[in-house]
């Protein structure tokens, strides 16, 4: 093949994006996280990074999200930012304004305490169900976890320990929407689960929470019986009562 053939046949290749695909570049910097990048469209991947430090409360509620900042910060073009930012749109952790720009979504205090209130009556409905359908097995997993929150007392650290709280958490209703058998009932959850993380901590309940953790695992407790009794209007009422506890317990 000629020097003119070779060029001919990448332009075309780069044209379609076959090229970009199939060629590595002869030189690269190492990327600063182990990701497959030839495996993972940029822009999911990019997403979860930014959702997580949502979660996280990285960033403020109203605080400005450059997407030039975003681009350089992990090395992108502006395309995966921007659709990472439309994901986060749908999702109701960001906001997206023409010809402005990006931010992190911020909520009113009566938009919080509605959205705490259908939370709590979502996920009150799945205890019910989990406590006609839990197993020995899964009470068991109930258990670990909660051994595994009763620990976090050890931690000195109040931003670990809050981290390990929110992740450790999201375990415990894990396992009781896996009680539950309901695909349909999880997947409606998810979302609200993400929202519920990025309220907590964009807001003052953050502090709230971390200092509340002994009487959050209470709570827990008080629905692990329920559910061990196979009482399902009792876990409905102690999972309603706990999540709407997130809004009541004042920071220290």
Avoid at 78 to 106: H, N, Y
Avoid at 178 to 201: G, H
Avoid at 215 to 235: C, N, S, T, V
Wanted: with cysteine; proline share 3%; aromatic share 6%.
């Amino acid at each position: 093949m000629t020097t003119s053939e070779t060029r001919a046949e990448i332009s075309a290749n780069e044209t379609s994006g076959s090229y970009a695909r199939a060629m590595t570049p002869a030189v690269s910097s190492p990327p600063r996280r182990t990701v497959d990048r030839s495996a993972v469209r940029l822009g999911a991947w990019l997403y979860d990074e930014l959702k997580t430090q949502l979660l996280e409360g990285r960033y403020a509620a109203g605080a400005r999200l450059s997407v030039e900042d975003i681009r350089m910060q992990f090395e992108v073009s502006k395309q995966p930012v921007m659709e990472a930012m439309r994901r986060l749109a749908s999702d109701g952790l960001v906001r997206i304004t023409p010809q402005v720009g990006c931010e992190v979504a911020s909520y009113e205090p009566l938009e919080v305490a509605d959205f705490f209130r259908l939370f709590g009556s979502f996920e009150a409905a799945i205890a019910e169900v989990a406590a006609e359908r839990r197993s020995a097995e899964q009470l068991q997993a109930l258990d670990e976890v909660s051994r595994r929150v009763l620990a976090l007392a050890e931690v000195a650290d109040p931003v670990q320990r809050m981290h390990s709280y929110r992740l450790l958490n999201r375990d415990f209703h894990g396992v009781i929407h896996e009680m539950a058998q309901s695909a349909i009932r999880v997947e409606a959850s998810k979302r609200m689960w993400d929202l519920s993380d990025f309220l907590i901590n964009t807001t003052d309940l953050a502090e709230s929470m971390d200092t509340a953790l002994e009487e959050r695992q209470h709570d827990h407790d008080r629905i692990r019986d329920a559910l061990a009794a196979g009482d399902g209007a009792a876990a409905r009422r102690e999972m309603e009562q706990h999540i709407a506890a997130t809004l009541r317990r004042p920071a220290f």
